[in-house]
């Protein structure tokens, strides 16, 4: 590539600047400004590849993005490497050139930075020098803007100030002016000279400022002046505290000092009280003769640094000065809490005149504390530790087991039934079993364990430095201490609770995974039966995500309608003809199969889904069971209603809705309902039984024998129809117990002049014996699984072209 004729015009140039091929990155031309920049004869550099100048792996890449001709112009700085191995900052400028219609190279322009870098090291160096000088002063400086925003302070002003370490980082000007305004014993006073000086823009002030803190700061304001003109003002602050017996300034610390707010006394070199202001006459209660005289050292004494009597006199000869918590000791009566600042006051000879002592009696302010954490870390019903507090002390166990390789053991206790006792007895008397059982909870722990209320009637134990055989005895105490009877005036109530454990590490290692795997194993305690104690298994988790999942994919198969009916026929022992069937839900779903419903329902129960669900099933078996009315077909269609979807208080409006929206005669309708639903809150059941019984449906108790229903509610309910539990029949002929309960519950029912119905008949001989006990229905495999609408109806035509001269199916 030919570029001499462009030599001269680099010449003319005063940057350092070379010409580089696009395509081999190559310097094919360079002006003297370039060759002196890098030390280099002119003939070594043209031919050189730029790379080899490079000096680090970012500058490799800038010339890839150069040759991939990613920027026409690109700026950056850089490092050139010199041919003795030193390395020069720069400021390098590519431009792509067309030098002629063939000929194109880019122009790298380069500007030397070497002696701004210096000239700018300097001035870092000067600023530091600056800075260090500021704070090596004994002054407090304050450096403002004409507005008051703060430009700058020295440690010294942040000391004696006391600005918070959090502040001083947040650099928030107002809240710093605010912090300094809140500090000052007068602040309106403060607020308005600040005013004052800020209006005079070049004036020269000084004046006193006396801190809450007992500290009195003489200041001194100069206005910052650039060109003539005021570009700010500096403030320094200067400790007169320790001249206040000094004659040029005892007028003004005689105003202090008879002024403040705080208790202060003055005593002499050997620590004996001279003076003292009213504020410290009402703090001890003594008049002023009284005080004088009094050693200061026996009057105070320090909790947070054991420090009392001549001890404090060790420390202020070292450092001059001492503040902290402490003690007042009266001559008689209770300590009083106060802050006190100690300060020594010395001659140029560096020898004690005076002492000064500043007290604030806070003994106000630390019961407002101490009651704030107590709000804040404990429950307000039990006393015990809350929540937060449980938390801080379980992660501070973890900690300290982590460390010595130890275990301990998180135990969720959750109160069996507690609801019916708020909801019968009211909240006065549950809250005064919460409180007992806290108090038993106590009295079964160590020292070292925490029993906290988590809310409700959920109490959690953290049990330090224990294994699974200690959690397992602890828990056995609890049980026991938990399951007396609790006296609540003329009640003696008995409390029983469920409880799930988790160890660490082995049932996990973080304080979140403690707690809900004990609250896993404590519900699986509860769908156990209640009143016992469970170790968490992980297994527990496993049927957790199953529920999930399988609740989620339940809602999802509703939307979808995926979900189906299928009808078991009821055959009439009699006469062998089916009059009804028996309305059974299924689903298939195209990811998990079919499903049965003793794995679907019970989540659908236990989350609430089943009210949904159920509504569905309704709907669906009113309007089937209108098709078949409408077809002439003679068929009664029950369907079973689970204890949510009855309790539901749209329950019963629902069922007249779907009725008299399908056209359907109530009679055509039976409702399934298990003993369970029945024995809850037997007036309301009743009510809404007999509003069931006016629509005109028919009602049924399914699987009977199985709960607990009481003969006098049974009396009362308007049900037509007893359903003997399918566990009853399968041992039929030849069990005695089922035989015994199945003809049981038959004479029952005929004595009630109720229709008895047994489920679950898969056999001839089981048909037989029922229908030699006097039952009136049957339905089973025996006769037929549940079948979909349309074979029940070819069955029912079947029957009708030939009648069967028995019950059982030919």
């Known amino acids: 590539m030919n570029v001499e004729r462009w030599q001269s015009l680099l010449e003319g140039m005063i940057e350092a600047v070379w010409l580089v091929d696009p395509l081999t990155l190559r310097i094919v031309a360079a002006n003297r400004a370039a060759t002196s920049m890098l030390d280099m004869d002119p003939g070594k550099l043209v031919g050189k590849a730029v790379t080899e100048l490079a000096t680090t792996p970012e500058d490799m890449f800038f010339w890839q993005d150069v040759a991939a001709g990613l920027d026409d112009h690109i700026f950056s700085e850089t490092l050139l490497l010199l041919k003795d191995g030193r390395t020069i900052p720069v400021e390098r400028r590519v431009s792509q050139v067309r030098l002629s219609k063939e000929?194109?190279?880019?122009?790298?322009?380069?500007?030397?930075?070497?002696?701004?870098?210096?000239?700018?090291?300097?001035?870092?160096?000067?600023?530091?020098?600056?800075?260090?000088?500021?704070?090596?002063?004994?002054?407090?400086?304050?450096?403002?803007?004409?507005?008051?925003?703060?430009?700058?302070?020295?440690?010294?002003?942040?000391?004696?100030?006391?600005?918070?370490?959090?502040?001083?980082?947040?650099?928030?000007?107002?809240?710093?002016?605010?912090?300094?305004?809140?500090?000052?014993?007068?602040?309106?006073?403060?607020?308005?000279?600040?005013?004052?000086?800020?209006?005079?823009?070049?004036?020269?002030?000084?004046?006193?400022?006396?801190?809450?803190?007992?500290?009195?700061?003489?200041?001194?304001?100069?206005?910052?002046?650039?060109?003539?003109?005021?570009?700010?003002?500096?403030?320094?602050?200067?400790?007169?505290?320790?001249?206040?017996?000094?004659?040029?300034?005892?007028?003004?610390?005689?105003?202090?000092?008879?002024?403040?707010?705080?208790?202060?006394?003055?005593?002499?070199?050997?620590?004996?009280?001279?003076?003292?202001?009213?504020?410290?006459?009402?703090?001890?209660?003594?008049?002023?003769?009284?005080?004088?005289?009094?050693?200061?050292?026996?009057?105070?004494?320090?909790?947070?640094?054991?420090?009392?009597g001549q001890d404090f006199l060790k420390v202020l000869a070292h450092s001059n000065s001492w503040e902290g918590e402490a003690c007042y000791l009266p001559p008689s009566g209770d300590e009083v809490p106060v802050l006190v600042s100690l300060v020594r006051v010395v001659s140029q000879a560096q020898k004690t005149l005076h002492y000064i002592a500043f007290l604030k009696d806070i003994a106000e302010k630390l019961a407002a504390t101490k009651r704030i954490e107590e709000l804040a870390y404990s429950d307000s019903l039990t006393g015990l530790p809350n929540r937060a507090l449980l938390h801080e002390r379980i992660d501070f166990s973890l900690g300290l087991c982590d460390r010595e390789h130890k275990s301990c053991a998180i135990v969720f206790i959750d109160l069996d039934h507690f609801k019916k006792i708020n909801d019968s007895l009211g909240h006065v008397f549950g809250d005064q079993v919460l409180v007992a059982v806290a108090k038993r909870l106590r009295s079964c722990l160590r020292q070292s364990d925490t029993a906290a209320r988590t809310g409700g009637d959920e109490f959690v134990l953290l049990l330090h430095d224990t294994d699974a055989l200690g959690a397992e005895a602890m828990v056995n105490r609890v049980l026991q201490r938990v399951c007396e009877p609790v006296v609540l005036g003329d009640l003696a109530l008995t409390i029983t609770g469920s409880i799930g454990i988790a160890v660490y590490p082995f049932d996990g290692v973080t304080r979140d995974e403690l707690i809900k795997n004990a609250d896993t194993a404590m519900y699986q305690v509860k769908e156990r039966g209640r009143f016992n104690y469970r170790f968490y298994q992980r297994q527990m988790n496993v049927d957790s995500l199953s529920h999930i999942k399988l609740d989620s994919a339940m809602r999802a198969a509703l939307a979808q309608g995926d979900f189906l009916l299928r009808y078991q026929p009821q055959i009439d022992l009699g006469s062998g003809r089916i009059i009804g069937a028996e309305a059974l839900l299924r689903w298939h779903s195209k990811e998990l199969g079919d499903i049965s419903p003793a794995q679907f329902i019970p989540v659908a129960e236990e989350t609430g889904f089943i009210i949904a669900l159920g509504q569905w099933v309704l709907s669906e078996a009113v309007a089937q069971a209108a098709r078949w009315q409408a077809a002439g077909i003679d068929l009664v269609v029950a369907i079973n209603v689970s204890a949510l979807q009855f309790q539901s208080s749209t329950f019963i409006d629902s069922v007249g809705a779907a009725l008299g929206q399908a056209g359907l005669e109530p009679c055509r309708l039976e409702l399934e309902l298990t003993e369970s639903i029945l024995i809850h809150d037997i007036n309301e059941t009743l009510t809404r039984l007999q509003a069931l019984a006016q629509l005109g449906v028919s009602l049924s108790i399914d699987d009977f024998g199985t709960g607990y229903s009481s003969l006098t509610y049974l009396k009362r309910f308007p049900v037509q129809k007893l359903k003997i539990d399918r566990s009853f029949v399968n041992g039929l002929p030849d069990d005695e117990s089922d035989l015994a309960i199945a003809r049981a519950i038959i004479q029952l029912g005929l004595a009630l002049h109720l229709r008895v119905i047994a489920e679950g008949v898969e056999t001839e001989r089981q048909m037989n014996c029922l229908q030699e006990m006097g039952c009136h229905e049957y339905q089973g495999y025996f006769f037929a699984a549940a079948l979909d609408s349309q074979d029940l109806e070819a069955m029912l035509g079947e029957e009708n072209q030939n009648p069967q001269s028995g019950p059982g199916r030919v």
Request: with cysteine; charged share 30%; glycine share 4%.
């Open 103 to 308: 000929i194109v190279v880019y122009q790298v322009a380069i500007s030397n930075r070497t002696e701004q870098r210096r000239v700018e090291q300097e001035l870092e160096n000067l600023l530091a020098e600056l800075r260090a000088t500021l704070d090596s002063t004994a002054d407090g400086i304050l450096v403002t803007d004409t507005d008051g925003g703060v430009r700058g302070y020295n440690q010294r002003f942040a000391e004696l100030w006391d600005i918070p370490p959090e502040l001083m980082t947040r650099k928030d000007d107002a809240a710093t002016h605010e912090w300094m305004t809140r500090n000052v014993l007068n602040s309106a006073e403060y607020e308005s000279r600040i005013r004052t000086i800020a209006n005079s823009a070049l004036t020269e002030t000084r004046d006193v400022v006396t801190l809450r803190s007992g500290r009195i700061l003489e200041r001194v304001s100069m206005p910052q002046l650039a060109r003539g003109r005021p570009t700010g003002r500096v403030y320094s602050f200067r400790d007169i505290t320790e001249q206040l017996a000094n004659e040029s300034r005892l007028q003004l610390a005689a105003e202090v000092f008879e002024s403040s707010l705080d208790a202060i006394c003055v005593a002499d070199p050997q620590g004996m009280i001279a003076a003292a202001n009213p504020s410290f006459e009402r703090l001890t209660g003594l008049s002023a003769d009284e005080i004088k005289g009094q050693e200061l050292w026996k009057m105070i004494r320090s909790k947070e640094s054991s420090l009392s």
